[in-house]
């Protein structure tokens, strides 16, 4: 089995290269289930049920999300109704929406996916290791094939939960910063890792944003409208193949794909 994991989706220029890219990708490399972090998708922050269609319209099986989730008011609803949409599990008790998941691949393989967020630098919200414990022992009860999304900032923390995890999920997978590492591998125990999986969107950016704007901020430390960029669009995630009897992961690939036309 192989499966597709993406990274930050930011904005319409994220969402064209999903459209396109996409399909072209699960038919040449011959994926069977598709993940894709959605939190930037509306404008370059949060995301709407309409875009939450659209991107599963064009083949995404399951998004992921983080601290943005809750940008966009009009999502609250559909978290608490579409079980493929997932908030971040570490979440108080109460918030709308679920952070873990199985759904079924087109052949019907049930694939676990839990939504993690860090506490380095971000909100001081609950244990993203006690509360991924919990979860997998629940999910290993239906299926052993468990992807992690943890969304988090530090490298060490991400690092530290692929290490905690090793063995019990079949990948730990790293978003956030936008930025694609080099750090892929299979851990001692059979777990696949890395620590960011990059960005879908406009590379002739800061992270997705038009670079003077990024540059007046950074240099006035004033504050400054953040509009999205749209030039070099590209997709970026990680192919994992995995044994289904198992669940454990044989390959980690990155993936880096351009949309033709768009470079600057």
Not at 10 to 27: D, F, Q, T, Y
Not at 152 to 173: H, P
Request: charged share 25%.
């Amino acid at each position: 089995m192989k499966i597709l994991f993406i990274g930050d989706i930011v904005g319409s220029p994220g969402r064209k290269a999903i459209k396109e890219l996409v399909p072209v990708l699960v038919k040449s490399k011959k994926i069977d289930f598709v993940i894709a972090n959605a939190e930037n998708a509306a404008g370059g922050s949060g995301i709407t049920p309409e875009i939450a269609e659209e991107l599963f319209g064009a083949g995404i099986d399951v998004l992921t999300s983080g601290d943005h989730i809750w940008k966009k008011k009009e999502i609250y609803e559909l978290l608490n109704e579409d079980k493929r949409i997932l908030r971040p599990a570490n979440y108080p008790e109460g918030s709308p929406g679920t952070g873990a998941s199985i759904v079924e691949s087109r052949d019907g393989i049930k694939v676990g996916v839990i939504n993690l967020l860090g506490r380095v630098f971000l909100s001081t919200i609950d244990c993203p290791f006690k509360t991924s414990q919990r979860l997998v022992e629940q999910l290993r009860k239906k299926t052993h094939i468990i992807i992690i999304d943890i969304h988090a900032e530090a490298t060490s923390e991400k690092i530290a939960l692929g290490r905690f995890l090793d063995g019990s999920v079949t990948a730990v997978i790293g978003t956030h910063t936008h930025v694609q590492t080099a750090d892929e591998q299979i851990l001692q125990k059979g777990t696949a890792y890395i620590t960011d999986a990059g960005m879908t969107g406009p590379f002739d950016s800061i992270i997705g944003r038009k670079v003077d704007q990024i540059l007046e901020r950074f240099l006035t430390q004033m504050p400054t409208r953040f509009e999205m960029a749209t030039d070099d669009i590209r997709l970026q995630g990680v192919i994992v193949e995995i044994d289904e009897k198992t669940g454990s992961a044989l390959s980690i690939k990155r993936v880096h794909e351009r949309l033709e036309g768009t470079a600057a």
